[in-house]
């Protein structure tokens, strides 16, 4: 074990005020990374629901289902195109749900055609699949009758999904009783006949999804993406990520600087030590790394403390808070910490590369 | 060969407009299994001529040879090796690294340079505290050691990697008269036992006995016929 990590180990108290402020960074780091995915998950359900299909738009809409149209004409050209097993529509609205005891909540309807992963068939009988962010808050189960839109729209609930939610509960039924609720609630919002706001594309066994996105993209007057490339033209998306990730970004920095000064004072604090080190034959590189392996070790520690302070705290958080911790955001953390500390130890070369051997003796 | 050899060294520092000349055209020789002890008063330069002779720092002129080897011209990367290998250091404060054990204080000098603490430096510690005396403490930290049982550490420090020039520093400054003297019995009993060249510095008359030769060094320049 180097020398480095004898003092880590040996005199932990001299580490406590730099662990103690890192493992906070680290809480913070998680949460608010736990508030940015959960912003995202949160609104990019129905998306994720279509994952390994592609999504079709009008050219022009930037990818937003509500401000697209897509004719029959176009969901015929891709039907018939190489690669592609099935299309079918894929509408939405904002609307009301009555459950319960004559409660309203909102919720974004979805009239569909194709099954995914995450939601079934439609229902035929003119029933719905309601996802759990409904079911669970609202305390909605399969059979109950909800009241849809304006109109008070009655509907089944066939089945219960995953939560998919788009900022609110999704509720979702076939195309054509989609057209009838729309009809008699908002008929100005109803695509006309023909016409839907986007189109679901599945692919045929053995076609790759990417390859098959490239050779569709070409066809006129409209944009084939994956569900993740819809998901980050979303403006709230994008608005999410852009200032979550720069307070976590600003956090990263806080890092760095938390090691890079506490690194730097305790380094004046061993300039006549490493004098002695350097006298007995050790290198600035000897010394840096010993430093930077400190900066690595108390990272860990924190690490580990910050991700149980961090799991603890967002268990205390009301259920409804969109906080989700995600193993890639956490690893992400992770890393970005390490590094953090590794380059914050860096800054110290400096004055250890001046420190001069001549030192130790006189 | 010998073990060190000064060649007109001359030591050179600048405060602003001032030069301040430490080592003034200094030849010295010291044979092996010498021990020489230095002398003079504060700010003669005996901590400089230490210094250039232990690779610590650069002459202004002159060159330096320790064991047959110009180390004059060698740049800081190859005079931590050289110091590694080649030079025993006791320093005046002992300077033990003060988390480390006495046995880890002497296995330090083996942490760099990419050489590893194996099981032969492991024997070689235990048996250097066995020889000083500190058989039972190598597992304590300098707080819990005497000042006499740190400098013996030190010296073991120093032996560690078998170095052709050791270089002590004010050995009996911070011990009473009989610990200074076991101090010295031990010293010299270890260098010449290995047949190992020493400049021992002092401004204690009691360690002079101790020495083969004593030399006097005064502004920086020694007194004629100590070469």
Redo the contacts between chains.
């Keep these: 074990m ?2 480095a990590m ?2 880590l180990i ?2 932990p108290g001299r580490f406590v005020s730099v662990g103690g402020a890192l493992t906070m960074l680290v809480v913070l780091l998680v949460v608010l990374g736990g508030f940015l995915d959960g912003l995202e998950l949160n609104s990019t359900g129905p998306y994720r629901a279509h994952e390994g299909r592609l999504l079709v738009f009008s050219d022009g809409s930037e990818l937003l289902i509500q401000r697209s149209k897509v004719d029959a004409g176009q969901a015929e050209q891709l039907t018939s195109s190489d690669g592609v097993a099935a299309v079918g529509a894929l509408n939405q609205i904002e609307s009301t749900a009555g459950a319960g005891q004559g409660e309203i909540v909102d919720i974004v309807l979805f009239g569909y055609d194709l099954p995914t992963d995450a939601i079934p068939s439609p229902p035929v009988d003119g029933g719905v699949i309601v996802d759990e962010a409904l079911a669970d808050r609202n305390d909605v189960a399969v059979g109950d009758t909800l009241l849809i839109g304006a109109e008070s729209e009655p509907v089944a609930v066939a089945g219960i999904v995953g939560d998919l939610s788009q900022g609110s509960p999704t509720v979702w039924l076939s195309t054509q009783r989609w057209r009838e609720i729309v009809q008699s609630g908002n008929p100005a919002a109803l695509p006309p006949e023909g016409t839907d706001q986007a189109l679901v594309v599945e692919p045929s066994a053995g076609t790759e999804i990417s390859d098959l996105a490239a050779s569709l993209g070409g066809l006129d007057g409209i944009a084939v993406v994956t569900p993740d490339e819809a998901i980050k033209a979303l403006p709230v998306v994008q608005q999410q990520s852009s200032t979550f990730e720069g307070i976590i970004g600003v956090t990263f920095v806080v890092t760095l600087l938390v090691v890079a000064l506490f690194f730097t004072l305790i380094t004046l604090e061993r300039v ?2 490493y004098a ?9 590189g ?1 010394l840096m790394a010993g430093i930077s392996a400190q900066a690595v070790g108390v990272s860990l520690v924190a690490l580990i403390l910050g991700l149980g302070l961090s799991l603890a705290f967002v268990g205390l958080l009301p259920a409804d808070l969109p906080v989700r911790l995600v193993p890639a955001r956490l690893l992400q953390t992770a890393v970005g910490v390490v590094m953090s500390a590794l380059l914050g130890s860096l800054f110290t070369l400096r004055r250890v590369l001046h420190v001069d ?2 030192e ?3 | 060969m010998p073990a060190l050899q000064l060649d007109n060294v001359r030591k050179v520092y600048r405060t602003g407009d001032q030069q301040v000349v430490a080592l003034n055209d200094v030849s010295l020789t010291v044979q092996n299994d010498e021990m020489m002890i230095l002398v003079g008063p504060s700010g003669s330069g005996k ?1 400089t001529l ?2 250039v002779a ?1 690779a ?2 650069r002459p202004t002129s002159g060159g330096v040879r320790v064991g047959g080897a110009d180390i004059t011209d060698l740049d ?2 190859r005079l ?2 050289f ?3 080649e030079v025993g ?1 006791v ?2 404060s002992v ?1 033990l ?1 003060p ?2 054990t006495a046995k ?1 204080n002497l296995l ?2 083996r ?3 990419g050489s590893r603490i194996d099981t032969q430096a492991r024997k070689r510690a235990d048996q250097l505290l066995d020889e000083l005396g500190l058989g039972g403490r190598g597992s304590s930290l300098p707080s819990q050691l005497s000042g006499g049982e740190k400098q013996r550490v030190a010296i073991g ?1 120093a032996l560690m990697n078998d170095p052709s020039l050791v270089l002590v ?1 004010e050995p009996t400054s911070a011990l009473d008269s009989a610990l200074g003297q076991q101090v010295m019995d031990l010293l010299r009993r270890e260098i010449k036992g290995r047949g190992v060249s020493a400049i021992v510095v002092t401004h204690d008359d009691r360690v002079l006995d101790y020495g083969d030769r004593t030399v006097r060094i005064v502004d920086g320049a020694l007194e004629t016929g100590a070469q």
Excluded: Y
């Design positions: 180097s020398i004898k003092e040996r005199r006549h030590l002695v080190l350097k006298a007995l034959g050790a290198r600035t000897n051997p001549a130790a003796i006189g | 901590t230490l210094t232990g610590l720092l800081d990367k931590a090796g110091r590694r290998e250091f320093f005046q300077n690294v988390f480390l880890e330090v000098v942490q760099f340079g420090r520093d």
